[in-house]
């Protein structure tokens, strides 16, 4: 097995990375030669499949693809692909998953691929009574809901409980919300779970005498947990400028804050969900589910926080762990259909959703831990700036030979902005061809 560990992988050209990357996992010649043309030919997605996936389309919308290095995630290396826009994301994935490679890498596990699907009865008029009804047909109900996906089931998943809330106290009065819950084993579930509710409703409203609104799954999936935990020795910590035990310190009293403020743990949580939508994106999956669990999960006690948790053992190792909804899939949707998507999937060497969710989870982990240790450090401006730069001169119209220098400018000068990438890349055009501007050029 090729090792995630790379050195100087950024400085490689993008054929080389491409054709590495390619060849993870030990494919044929044959296997890696499509994987490449995946990537960067012509069969990854073409306007014909991206007609067939949504409505009205006008064309594609790219996002660079990237992948994070260093991540062993129980005992495996992984290589994980990476869809995101913002500079610094998978290099700070990849800086932590260094770190935490020298305490032996992540740690996960998961539960079940359990969702849940809400059928809103309204209209009811005695609620505890038609609670009661509906608890002693559980039976009879599971059974109903197994009926719609006699595939699923055949494979070890389906319905597996059936829950009925009473709300007396609502805008338009009591109501009761029955929560059915579905193991959806490698899909992510959506489809499967709304045509079980959709199912149960006649039999639901015939029971209760009510009348059934709403009938979705929820995207708040506790039941469908993913966790990691990392431990990174002290002295791994080390910089040039801060001692291990000064930014372990450093770290701790970041997620400290976080942990107590909404107003730090927006962001602190937004950190973590860079790096794990980069891969949701990357492998296909919904990743506006998987923030709207996120943030859910993070507000369930009443007042939102921290969905990570860091600390120090008894030895002063830096111990972080990260609990939270990951209700993705291998099976079905973009992840079969976007060409690009099923290779991420196939890089990642994962069997199962509940694999893919704790590498994603882990992901997250190490995002959390690259920026909180930015932070305790030199400040989060000054490893995202030079890659912010880069965009800003490209942006304003600098050719890709021009970069570097307009760059090195503004980074020199402190002031990296669209207006002073302008003065610079105009400067340097003048002072590359003296008589460009007195010809119009």
Known sequence: MISSRVSGFYRWSLGERARWVARWGGPSDG??????????????????????????????HGLPLGVALNFVINGRDVLVPMAVEEPSVIAGASFAARLVREGGGFQTDSSDS?????????????????????????????????????????????????????????????????????????????????????????????????????????????????????????????????????????????????????????????GIMNGVDAVVVATGNDWRAIEAGAHAYAAQSGRYCSLSAWERDNQGNLIGTLEMPMAVGIVGGA?????????????????????????????????????????????????????HARQVALAVGAAEHEVASVVERMIAEGHVRPDRAEAILAEHRREVNPGSHQRGQ
């Open 31 to 60: 296997v890696a030669a499509e994987r490449v043309n995946i990537l960067c030919g012509p069969n990854g997605l073409d306007l014909t499949r991206a007609d067939q996936m949504v409505e009205n389309v006008i064309g594609l």
């Open 114 to 270: 359990e969702m849940i699907g809400q059928i809103q009865v309204i209209d009811v008029v005695d609620v505890w009574s038609a609670r009661f009804k509906l608890l002693s047909a559980r039976e009879e109900l599971l059974q109903c809901a197994n009926e719609c996906d006699p595939v699923i089931v055949g494979l070890g998943g389906g319905a597996r409980d059936l829950e009925v809330r009473v709300l007396e106290s609502t805008p338009i009065g009591a109501m009761l919300v029955v929560h059915l819950v579905f193991d959806c084993l490698d899909a992510m579930g959506a489809n499967t779970v709304n045509t079980v509710c959709e199912a149960l409703a006649p039999r639901i409203e015939e029971m209760t005498g009510g009348r059934v609104g709403l009938r979705i799954l929820s995207n708040l999936a506790d039941r469908r947990l993913a966790r990691a935990r990392c431990m990174i020795p002290v002295e791994a910590l080390d910089t040039d400028d801060f001692a291990g035990e000064q930014v372990a310190r450093g770290i701790v009293e970041a997620w400290a804050l976080a942990s107590v403020d909404p107003y730090r743990a927006a962001t602190h949580n937004k």
């Open 335 to 387: 992840t079969r259909v976007h060409p690009v998507a099923g290779l991420a999937v196939e890089l990642l060497g994962v069997q199962s959703a509940r694999e893919l969710a704790e590498v994603i989870v882990a992901v997250g982990l190490a995002q959390n831990l690259a920026a909180l240790r930015a932070l305790a450090t030199e400040g989060i401006q000054r490893g995202h700036m030079r890659l």
